[in-house]
């Protein structure tokens, strides 16, 4: 394969979805089963929480804790919205972890606008 060659026009280079992988990620606290399972949300609260403590790298958070207050920036809202895309299977535009900064309020906003749309 020369350099101006893509990875994928060398037929020794296997490119499954599975080999490829973000550089920035780095797996959840714990497997997300039915995020939707339990009491009204209950559950993507839960999940909102867990990607906060990941994503700002801290345990102590709960739902009512703040993005801001915890030291989010605009890379961290990114990566909060990717995990909760991947693991909601839907699109949740970063703005939104600017507008409802706590997961109560970023969980219920994503519950009602794209979850049980």
Not at 18 to 26: F, K, S, V, W
Not at 57 to 84: H, I, K, M, N, P
């Amino acid at each position: 394969m020369t350099m101006t060659e893509s990875p994928a026009a060398d037929p020794t280079v296997d490119l499954t979805a599975d080999q490829i992988t973000d550089p920035l990620a780095g797996p959840l606290a714990g497997p997300i089963t039915d995020p939707l399972a339990g009491p009204a949300g209950a559950a993507l609260t839960e999940l909102v929480v867990a990607v906060y403590r990941e994503a700002l790298g801290v345990a102590d958070l709960d739902e009512q804790s703040d993005f801001y207050e915890w030291g989010g920036d605009s890379l961290t809202a990114f990566r909060v919205t990717a995990r909760l895309e991947e693991a909601l299977g839907v699109e949740v535009p970063v703005a939104l972890v600017f507008a409802y900064p706590t997961p109560a309020d970023l969980a219920g906003v994503v519950d009602a606008d794209f979850v049980r749309a």
